[in-house]
C-alpha cells in the first residue's frame, strides 16, 4: 500500500516551464537570502558579474538533465552548550536550481497541507497559529502536547521524500533532479561524505523539503478524533 495517495492526474513537463523568465526570478530571490559562496568559492556577486551567461549554461543544463549539483560546504552553527547543528551550503547556482525546482512544486503540493499547518507557508504566520490555539481553548480543550522531531531534516528517509513527490510529479526529469540533490554529498573538512538520509539545513533545499515536507502528519488527513485537535507551527 503507497504511503502517499498518488495523484489521479500528475503534473507533466514540469521541464518545459523551465525559462529564463524563471531562472531571473529565482535568482533575485536567492540574492535576496544572500548567504555564503559553496565549495566552488563562487559569490553571488561572483556569479552575477556574468549572469545571463550563467542562467543560459543553468537553462540547458536543467532542460537536457545534465545538472549535476556541486556537494555541499559543511558549516556548523553553535547552539550553545556544547551543541552543533550542522548546515550545508550549496553553491550559488545549485541554490538558483532549488530555487527554481522549489518554484516549479510549490503550486503542487501547497494545497495538499493540513489546514492547521502554519509552519512556513505563504499567507501563514505563528500569529494565525495562536489565534487558533486560543480558539481550541474556547472550545474547551485544556491539555496541550507541545512535541519536536529531534533531527526531522537529518534523518528524513530519501525514499520517502522521493514517493511523495513521484505520487504528484511524472516529469522524470524533474524526479531525477530531486534524487541529485538529495544525494548531492557535503565536503566536511576537505573531505567528501555521502548523503544517503535527510537533507542538510541551509540553502534553498530545505524549502523544498520543508514547506513540501512529504510527511502525512503535514499532509491532509481526516479530522483528528474529539477530544484532540492538529497545529502545526
Known amino acids: 500500500m503507497a504511503l502517499f495517495p498518488i495523484a489521479k492526474l500528475k503534473a507533466h513537463s514540469l521541464t518545459g516551464r523551465i525559462t529564463q523568465s524563471l531562472l531571473h526570478a529565482a535568482f533575485k530571490a536567492v540574492r535576496r537570502n544572500r548567504g555564503a559562496a559553496g565549495i566552488d568559492k563562487v559569490s553571488i556577486k561572483m ?8 542562467l543560459l549554461a543553468l537553462e540547458r543544463d536543467l532542460k537536457s538533465g545534465s545538472f549535476e549539483p556541486l556537494p555541499l560546504r559543511r558549516h556548523f552553527l553553535d547552539k550553545g552548550g556544547g551543541k552543533f547543528r550542522p548546515l550545508g551550503i550549496p553553491a550559488v547556482r545549485d541554490r538558483v536550481a532549488q530555487e527554481v525546482l522549489r518554484r516549479l512544486l ?25 489565534e487558533l490555539a486560543i480558539k481550541h481553548h474556547e ?7 507541545d512535541a519536536d522531531v529531534v533531527g526531522c531534516f537529518d534523518n528524513l528517509p530519501h ?7 513521484a505520487a504528484q510529479v511524472a ?3 524533474i524526479l531525477n533532479l530531486v ?17 544517503t538520509v535527510g537533507t542538510p539545513q541551509r540553502g534553498r533545499r530545505q ?10 502528519s503535514g499532509l491532509a488527513t481526516p479530522q483528528a478524533r474529539p477530544p484532540l485537535r492538529a497545529l502545526r507551527r
Not at 556569479?47 to 550563467?54: I, P, Q, R, S, W
Not at 472550545?139 to 502536547?145: D, K, M, S
Not at 525514499?159 to 513527490?165: G, Q, R
Request: net charge neutral.
Open 171 to 173: 516529469d522524470g526529469t
Open 47 to 54: 556569479f552575477e558579474a556574468n549572469l545571463a551567461d550563467n
Open 207 to 216: 524549502p523544498i523539503v520543508g514547506k513540501h515536507r512529504p510527511q502525512p
Open 139 to 145: 472550545e474547551g480543550y485544556r491539555v496541550v502536547l
Open 159 to 165: 525514499s520517502l521524500i522521493k514517493e511523495a513527490v
Open 106 to 130: 510549490h503550486p503542487i503540493f501547497e494545497p495538499l497541507f493540513h489546514e492547521a499547518s502554519f509552519g512556513f507557508r505563504p499567507g501563514r504566520n505563528c500569529h494565525q497559529a495562536l
Open 179 to 195: 534524487e541529485k540533490f538529495l544525494r548531492a554529498g557535503v565536503m566536511e573538512n576537505g573531505v567528501f561524505k555521502p548523503t
